[in-house]
């Protein structure tokens, strides 16, 4: 997959670095001279591009013509706005995902912008303050605007089901999507022939309908 990132600060050089280790294909933008330097010692040199992320021609210099995800992520929301909106609308970039650093303007992150992903933070943050464990060990995340999915996090259990079982032989309901597995601090992408093994930390996409289901399955 080939990921464009905006903003070379914290969030977007952990990001990059993520991406990286997983085999995808990164390109980072970032305008200032001191996060650039910073960046040049922790990344590959051919994964960053100096130069401003509103500018079209740093974006094609960065090869969004055939990008398959943009990630808006400065800490400036009218550079993540205007970035989110010339790659969806000017260059056609089927998933954009932008950060929101102000709550306030949460509001304008919609499809009219180019957004198709907004992650507002301190939304976030108040999720994992006032959210109670609800089946036992889920915890949710994010709750999506559209329909009853959400996206939630369950730790196996020593003695559940899917321990030690592959993904393919597990009867995972028809509306839930396993997106990660956090196993020793190293993040896992989820195949058909991975294991899952007790104290995996799960991250599922899936309706409400279907929590149940996951709760027994990975409790």
């Not at 929301?77 to 000017?90: G, P, Q, R």
Request: proline letters at 3%; aromatic letters at 4%.
């Amino acid at each position: 997959m080939k990921v464009i990132i905006v903003g070379g600060g914290q969030v977007g050089s952990y990001i990059a670095s993520l991406l990286i280790s997983n085999g995808n294909e990164i390109r980072i933008i970032e305008h200032r001279e001191k996060n650039y330097h910073k960046l040049e010692r922790e990344l590959p040199p051919e994964t960053i591009i100096f130069g401003h992320g509103c500018d079209p021609v740093v974006l094609e210099k960065a090869g969004i013509a055939s990008a398959d995800v943009v990630a808006a992520v400065s800490a400036d929301d009218e550079i993540n706005l205007v970035v989110s909106t010339l790659a969806k609308m000017e260059f056609g970039v089927p998933r954009v995902v932008a950060r929101v650093n102000n709550p306030k303007n949460a509001w304008l992150y919609n499809s009219g912008m180019g957004v198709d992903i907004g992650l507002n933070q301190a939304d976030l943050m108040a999720h994992f303050v006032v959210e109670e464990m609800d089946l036992e060990e889920m915890l949710t995340l994010m709750k999506l605007k559209r329909g009853d999915y959400s996206i939630v996090q369950i730790k196996v259990g020593q003695n559940a089901k899917a321990a030690n079982i592959i993904v393919k032989d597990l009867s995972i309901p028809k509306e839930t999507v396993l997106i990660a597995i956090t196993r020793n601090d190293t993040l896992l992408i989820p195949k058909g022939d991975t294991q899952i093994l007790v104290d995996d930390d799960i991250l599922a996409l899936t309706n409400d309908a279907s929590r149940k289901v996951l709760s027994e399955m990975f409790s």
